[in-house]
């Protein structure tokens, strides 16, 4: 027994951990740090790392400017592409300048002394294990081959292992007693321990908003022209995670809602999801800070995550909406992300108009790219983004079994079907990391849910 484990430590250590340089001087204590602490005393008194939780926890909020903002563009400025850098989406490495020549000549080449078919074959072994070779708009080529043009033809290919699907319905046509077993069982995950998989967390809440904290840098793109087209798929997983912890750890046995948040545009603070018994009202800033939920079943909801990579940092999560930028996320911004065809470039859309748009807008814990599920209504949010993903993937079946773009946004790694989404077992041995191919799909492997409408 005692070999076998000696064994098995060896094998993990030579797989896993680089050869360290060894140093026989010890290294200067200040290189260490300090673990940030109060005395007794001060614990006691409600003291923490330098303020009173009783006055910042409790009552105040933060000036806004703490929490940042989530990278945006405006809806004419979508329409144009400026979000892709203000110039288009071949800046990036993986569609070199010239790409659609390529892309054309390539296919030429397939053809060439072969039936379509076989050229069929050829593009999807090259975007399995070779993608990110100067392909583009590789759905129109696909469907081409296919001649697969009607959406509604395309649903049943999608179904698979899942004959009947979770319907996530939207949150005005869910009944009272949905939206009140919902948001008790989210408000249950911050009563519940944390799991101690991810440290810093106090509650199984946050260890949502950990995970979130954590990924952060590499599931959101850095800027318009340094992206990671990772964002949508990571962020369906994620919900799709805290879907399974309200099921399995809080009792709730229904489907999820999601938000049709477009109907909402420039007028959030009346937007049913935001009524006191539900999420809470969503008020404006307080003298240019962010306001604590003032009422419903998160009145004064705790984070001890955040602003950014902060931890150990109570505080309230807050609000302070902005009627002017929600106004941005309406069927505008919609249309015109939905109208594009390639994964990157709808992705850039997405990410840039109505996602941050709805970030920005709710404010303050919202407006923070890193620490934003701290908000229950994150959640509601990034419900409409995926609604929105599975919309735009359902006008052609390459949306579903085909990807495209960076992986990574320092220097574009390719995103490829094996590029691996990481959600660090948050919902456990459900929650396993796993490749794209499995999170384009959701009615067939890992997932098993359809939208209402
Ligand atoms: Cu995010």
Partial sequence: MRLSIALCASVVTAASVPAIESREDGIPLAEFGQVNSVSPEEAAAGVDIGFTLSQRGAQEGYPLSTFGEVHHVEPQEAKEHKDLG????????????????NLDSWLDKMDHGHGHHHGLEEIEDRLRHKAGEAITKV?????????????????????GDCPNPAVRIEWDDYSNSDRLAFVNAIKCLTTRPASGRVSFSRNRYEDLVRIHQSYAPNIHSRSTSQQTHKFLLWHRYFVWAFEQMLRDECGFNRAMPWWDEKKWAGRFHEATIFRPEYFGSLPGPTNGRGTCIPDGPFRNLQSNLGPGQTVNNPHCVQRAVNEGVTSQTGVNSYNTCLARSSYPDFHSCVEFTYHAQGHNGVGATMADAIASPGDPAFFMHHLYIDYTFRKWQLGALSRRNTISGCATNDGCQPLTLDTMIYMGGICGSKCRDTPVRDVLRTKQGLFCYMYSY
């Fill in 86 to 101: 203000g110039n288009n989406f071949s800046v990036l490495p993986i569609f070199g300048p010239g790409h659609e020549s």
């Fill in 139 to 159: 759905e129109d080529v696909l469907d081409h081959f296919l001649d697969i043009r009607d959406a509604s033809e395309l649903e049943p290919r999608d179904t």
